[in-house]
T-cell receptor, first 116, second 114 residues
Framework: AAGVIQSPRHLIKEKRETATLKCYPIPRHDTVYWYQQGPGQDPQFLISFYEKMQSDKGSIPDRFSAQQFSDYHSELNMSSLELGDSALYFC???????????????FGSGTRLTVV | GENVEQHPSTLSVQEGDSAVIKCTYSDSASNYFPWYKQELGKRPQLIIDIRSNVGEKKDQRIAVTLNKTAKHFSLHITETQPEDSAVYFCAATTEVDSSYKLIFGSGTRLLVRP
């Protein structure tokens, strides 16, 4: 079965550079969530999209922006990268609304971002 | 906002023993409580979940209980095996404009000794 696809799997950037992470949800899933997981930390919610509109926002820095496109894939754009941005970035997708309570979330394999 | 506390942070058990991980949440409107197992550098994998209208759910060696009044939920693993060793996260979610963001606990590192 198709899963949530994230690219790239690994990314190394220098401080002050920009990075773009991509997420391709499971077909027919219309909701995308982004999470950041620092070393030894729990995943922290960044932002979510439903039907190409931002639906909720968490602890996402102003240097980060994201959007969901017409094909439902999403991109997380990160500018002026800092050492503290080094983390695993997970995308998850679900069907909209209360169906998540029945079918749950599916996480992608993540992108490991290292800022040097 | 929602806050989820998880205990213990580390748990070491002998193979075959049971393991229990406990979580509490703050938002009484939370209605979905998944548990994830995460191996180093890999994605969180859903192992079991429970909805707010259910008090207990079991799947083979894994069970979850929910006490809505006390805002507690727990993961029980019986007959533990070395391959159960991983970090386990509890989470809670509340709907915001059709978004069900997950608020995670801080994680429990489970070590099953052969």
């Amino acid at each position: 079965a198709a899963g949530v696809i994230q690219s790239p799997r690994h990314l190394i950037k220098e401080k002050r550079e920009t990075a773009t992470l991509k997420c391709y949800p499971i077909p027919r899933h219309d909701t995308v969530y982004w999470y950041q997981q620092g070393p030894g930390q729990d995943p922290q919610f960044l932002i979510s999209f439903y039907e190409k509109m931002q639906s909720d926002k968490g602890s996402i820095p102003d240097r980060f922006s994201a959007q969901q496109f017409s094909d439902y894939h999403s991109e997380l754009n990160m500018s002026s990268l800092e050492l503290g941005d080094s983390a695993l970035y997970f995308c998850a997708s679900s069907l909209s609304g209360r169906t998540v309570l029945t079918y749950g979330y599916t996480f992608g394999s993540g992108t490991r971002l290292t800022v040097v | 906002g929602e806050n989820v506390e998880q205990h213990p942070s580390t748990l070491s058990v002998q193979e075959g023993d049971s393991a229990v991980i406990k979580c509490t949440y703050s938002d009484s409107a939370s209605n979905y409580f998944p548990w994830y197992k995460q191996e180093l550098g890999k994605r969180p994998q859903l192992i079991i979940d429970i909805r707010s209208n259910v008090g207990e759910k079991k799947d083979q060696r894994i069970a979850v209980t929910l006490n809505k009044t006390a805002k507690h939920f727990s993961l029980h693993i019986t007959e533990t095996q070395p391959e159960d060793s991983a970090v386990y996260f509890c989470a809670a979610t509340t709907e915001v404009d059709s978004s069900y963001k997950l608020i995670f606990g801080s994680g429990t590192r489970l070590l099953v000794r052969p």
